[in-house]
């Protein structure tokens, strides 16, 4: 496996991959990788010839007062790590080298997919997500890319996108990975104290019961989200963002009684770590 820091190394990479017709697999990350990262990168490599690994702590998708200095970095570990897993090439580049100019060049999905969720507290985080992503494509050439549905509306942005910018690849979406407790993985659990993680099992508790819920009939979306909240409010050290249910795909509003494919998704503060988790709520 090759670790390289320059877009000028890296296309060599992709040309070489090219000229010898190896389809190429691409896992855009942020680093410090846990067993989320690992599947994606194994999904990549079982699927394509030639796996790619970006490891880059985004500065455009960080707003101001967010963790962009804590952010763990990991660079050896990672490489470690996404050459166990078959990745040929891990690309971390530094700021500078993924924004040479100006920020002034911007990829945004507009509309209620960016505003709602995430975005209504992020308001910059997803231009800085498809901006990056964009360029990591152009990049890295792949035929597929691979996303965790651990961010699940980064994927119905990114969805969005590829459809209307016609990126010639597949987009991949692969189930959330979770620790034996239920927590889903992430880079930001590194900053949880041990009561913490402990009050954190109540997102996929509660998540779990509303699945079950739902299971169990009800298609009452604000019942659902209601269930969840109390559940969530009922440990002493979390902080609600947001528990809400959107429509699938695209995030359109919900239906009542709700239909088709929907998108519980909920972010809570447990000190000052912001965790989110969801579940997908459809008929078997
Ligand atoms: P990040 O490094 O947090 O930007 O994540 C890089 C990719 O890994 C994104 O597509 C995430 O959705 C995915 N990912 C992060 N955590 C998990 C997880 N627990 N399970 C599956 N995929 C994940």
């Not at 699940?152 to 990975?177: C, G, H, N, S, Y």
Request: hydrophobic share 45%.
């Amino acid at each position: 496996m090759k670790l390289v820091h320059t877009v000028v190394e890296l296309r060599e990479e992709v040309a070489q991959a090219k000229a010898q017709g190896l389809t190429i697999g691409l896992v855009p990350t942020m680093g410090a990788l846990h067993e989320g990262h690992a599947s994606l990168i194994a999904a990549a490599n079982k699927e394509n010839d030639f796996v790619v690994v970006s490891v880059f702590v985004n500065p455009t998708q960080f707003g101001p007062n967010e963790d962009l200095d804590a952010y763990p970095r990991t660079l050896e570990a990672d490489c470690k790590l996404a050459e166990k897993m078959g990745a040929n090439v891990v690309f971390a580049p530094s700021p500078k080298e993924m924004y040479p100019s100006s920020d002034d060049t911007w990829v945004e999905v507009t509309g209620d997919i960016t505003k709602v969720l995430c975005g209504r507290t992020r308001p910059i985080h997803f231009r800085g997500v498809t901006t990056v992503v964009t360029k990591l494509f152009n990049l890295a050439q792949p035929d597929r890319a691979y996303f965790g549905q651990k961010d699940a509306q980064q994927v119905e942005v990114l969805k969005r996108m590829v459809k209307d910018l016609f990126f010639p690849l597949t987009l991949r979406v692969m189930p959330i990975i979770r620790e034996a407790d239920g927590l889903a993985k992430s880079s930001r659990n590194t900053y949880l104290s041990a009561e913490e993680h402990t009050a954190a099992l109540v997102l996929s508790r509660s998540l779990k019961a509303a699945k079950a819920m739902y299971e169990a009939g009800e298609r009452d979306a604000a019942k659902i989200t209601a269930a969840v909240t109390a559940d969530i409010e009922k440990e002493p050290m979390s902080n609600i963002d947001y528990v809400e249910i959107y429509a699938l795909p695209g995030l359109e509003p919900v239906a009542t009684p709700m239909v088709g494919s929907n998108l519980l998704a909920v972010a809570v503060k447990f000190g000052t770590t912001r965790l989110i988790d969801n579940v997908v709520l459809e008929e078997k």
